[in-house]
């Protein structure tokens, strides 16, 4: 019986500890007039090392996070938790220097992790009066923004992932928007997700299937490139997998 109980107990230990990952990915921003966002993340197990979130910083601001822990289950959890959390602390105190932010992130990172985890993150900042995009990418897959003309632009890394090196610096770089302009993150679980045969889905499966989807809102298109993935792979899922999405109105 004791061995039963201690097997409940941990059952239930893990169904709350999941309720609190994906509260932490409720986002906490609605109402934006300006922008339309959505996302999903799809651990691959029950726990997971991946995240979103939103948030205003200020009046007229939005600010969006993707993150990706190294490994999986419950050691990248509970690292992505650990950077999720002292990232919206930071976020409080550092006002609008971003590379402030990171480095406040990446000194908690090293100090409580261990020296073969860290966690690559993507955190930038819309104002929706000037419609400019601040952002600083710690070795993170490079978002994509899609503009109406078709072209792309690439928000490449500016900065080493947080939790490697303690004396790590970052750049904080600025790029306009404009009405109809898509911004889409993601982590390399949906690029790298694969098909039956070994062939990687790529930056060109996730490429056309944003294409020709400039009129449908974020949410639904977060759902397109994970049903497009889904296809591709055949429901198979080897890594965790999250998209984010910012549309410019």
């Known amino acids: 019986m004791a061995i039963d109980d201690a097997v409940v107990d941990v059952s239930q230990d893990w169904l ?10 409720q986002g906490r ?3 934006q007039c300006r922008v339309d966002y959505g996302a999903s993340c799809r651990q691959m197990r029950a726990l997971g090392g991946d995240c979103y979130d939103f948030c205003c ?3 007229g ?6 993150g990706d822990a190294s490994g999986k289950g419950v050691a990248a959890a509970l690292m992505i938790a650990s950077v999720q959390a002292s990232l ?3 976020a409080l105190f550092t006002g609008s220097d971003l590379t402030a932010l990171l480095r406040v992130v990446n000194a908690q990172a090293c100090a409580s992790s261990l020296d073969d985890r860290y966690a690559t993150l993507f955190y930038a900042v819309l104002d929706q009066s ?3 995009l601040r952002y600083v990418n710690a070795g993170h897959n490079p978002p994509i923004i899609f503009h109406p003309d078709g072209s792309v632009d690439w928000l490449e890394p500016s900065g080493a992932p947080v939790g490697l090196f303690p004396d790590a610096s970052w750049q904080e770089r600025v790029v306009p928007l404009r009405p109809g302009d898509r911004v889409i993150a993601y982590t390399d679980g949906v690029t790298e997700a694969t098909s039956p045969s070994g062939e990687e889905w790529g930056m060109k499966g996730l490429l056309g299937a944003a294409n020709g989807r400039e009129t449908e809102s974020a ?4 759902q397109s490139i994970l049903n497009s993935m889904d296809d591709f792979s055949t429901g198979v899922q080897t890594d965790d997998a999250t998209v984010v999405i910012l549309r410019v109105l």
């Open 61 to 66: 601001q939005l600010s969006m996070l993707v």
């Open 130 to 132: 000037a419609l400019t």
């Open 16 to 25: 709350q500890a999941c309720s609190v990952q994906q509260r932490f990915m």
């Open 29 to 31: 921003a609605r109402n």
């Open 57 to 59: 910083p200020t009046d």
């Open 219 to 222: 949410d639904k298109l977060v």
């Open 88 to 90: 919206r602390t930071a």
